[in-house]
DNA sequence: GTCTATAGCCAGATAGAC
DNA sequence: GTCTATCTGGCTATAGAC
């Protein structure tokens, strides 16, 4: 399963930095927060220097994109068969959540999602990849894990597609909140447990009597 | 309870169609995508005649401010005393969620809730804005409702705090949704009932046996 | 209150020498 | 591949006539 067409880009190469430097500057100012003279004062080259690399501006925020979107899920959980797990009820969810929460508090991906959100309302591409990834990729797992335990009889019976989202809203929101404290420097203690929390309220809220 | 000092402006005056004009094009654009010249523009007269009005950008965008944030959930339950409703249980968070709907697909708050999410990530201003009104008026509400839900044991024992926000983050997560297929022209029939659907299902998840 | 005119800045991008 | 130099255009804002 090669991993969506990542480009190859050599490590410590001109072109290298200058992604580095302009997911560093989008990650803050967004994608007319990072100018080509900030990116190009960041590297350490002129402006004009950029252009023996990208085509234009709009090219480096594409490869950004496809490098950004390539890793993060994939590794995780896309490629072990779901059925194995789901059977495993609440450890499923708690894994589930804990990868969510790694995610959201590692500065990469972190980074990542900064840009994807301030992107949001001005790119229908970004909006489309969004959808994808934070909506389509995770409803999608969920609900077949969801309708496993309830063939399982671990869970009570409901539209596995609504359990997905009644139990994936929450996690996205709760990352958001981290993500808005680490803008402002403020502590995310309050948050650090929130994660296993819902999962623990969620288990109680769907458990049967005989799994609980 | 004065109306936190919402700007007294004169409709169909030049200073009320900049607003108006301001609002449309920060809704689609952002902060920067309201330039003053796309303003004066829409408006009908020149850059220069906007600072008759305004003494320059960031104040035409605090006034926007200040009038959004004045009216929208004011109106709604500020004033009522929870008390009296939050013992009706279902009904009291079917309520609720049919507020947040209303709000979701009433056009004026679709493009407040625009801004506000356009901006999240530039301007620390409109981050404790957001912190406010999307999360702690709401979360301070619920959790005293589901306190006093939980005294009259019509719901299971839990942290308020907890309950409070798993039951609002689907409805924050299914506005943006909305949100998201409203700005891509694309149909939202399959969301038009998501917001009772999570009552019940939430009501399922916490009611006790003697309410249900 | 609105206009014309203009200042000053920063943006993305290109040409051509080295 | 990097540089200097330059172009074009959008931006916020001000001065001063009407």
């Given at each position: 399963?090669?991993?969506?067409?990542?480009?190859?880009?050599?490590?410590?190469?001109t072109k290298?930095k200058i992604?580095?430097a302009?997911?560093?500057?989008?990650?803050?100012?967004?994608?007319?927060?990072?100018?080509m003279?900030?990116i190009a004062r960041k590297v350490g080259i002129r402006e004009s220097a950029i252009y023996n690399h990208?085509?234009?501006?709009?090219?480096?925020?594409?490869?950004?994109?496809?490098?950004?979107?390539?890793?993060?899920?994939?590794?995780?959980?896309?490629?072990?068969?779901?059925?194995?797990?789901?059977?495993?009820?609440?450890?499923?969810?708690?894994?589930?959540?804990?990868?969510?929460?790694?995610?959201?508090?590692?500065?990469?991906?972190?980074?990542?999602?900064?840009?994807?959100?301030?992107?949001?309302?001005?790119?229908?591409?970004?909006?489309?990849?969004?959808?994808?990834?934070?909506?389509?990729?995770?409803?999608?797992?969920?609900?077949?894990?969801?309708?496993?335990?309830?063939?399982?009889?671990?869970?009570?019976?409901?539209?596995?597609?609504?359990?997905?989202?009644?139990?994936?809203?929450?996690?996205?929101?709760?990352?958001?909140?981290?993500?808005?404290?680490?803008?402002?420097?403020?502590?995310?203690?309050?948050?650090?447990?929130?994660?296993?929390?819902?999962?623990?309220?969620?288990?109680?809220?769907?458990?049967?009597?005989?799994?609980?």
């Open positions: 399963m090669a991993t969506a067409v990542a480009e190859e880009i050599k490590p410590n190469s290298e992604l580095t302009a997911i560093e500057l989008m990650a803050e100012g967004g994608y007319t927060g990072a100018s003279r900030k990208f085509r234009n501006k709009d090219e480096i925020f594409q490869t950004i994109m496809k490098n950004l979107f390539s890793n993060p899920f994939e590794d995780f959980f896309i490629k072990r068969p779901i059925e194995q797990y789901a059977i495993k009820g609440k450890a499923y969810l708690l894994e589930y959540a804990a990868t969510i929460k790694l995610l959201t508090f590692d500065s990469k991906n972190e980074k990542f999602f900064r840009i994807i959100l301030a992107e949001l309302m001005h790119n229908q591409q970004v909006r489309e990849l969004f959808m994808q990834y934070f909506y389509q990729e995770n409803i999608k797992k969920l609900s077949n894990a969801f309708f496993i335990m309830m063939q399982h009889n671990l869970i009570r019976s409901a539209d596995p597609i609504l359990m997905a989202q009644e139990f994936f809203a929450p996690l996205f929101y709760y990352r958001l909140q981290v993500l808005l404290m680490h803008i402002d420097n403020k502590p995310t203690t309050a948050l650090s447990t929130i994660f296993e929390k819902h999962v623990d309220f969620f288990w109680e809220s769907v458990a049967t009597q005989e799994s609980f």
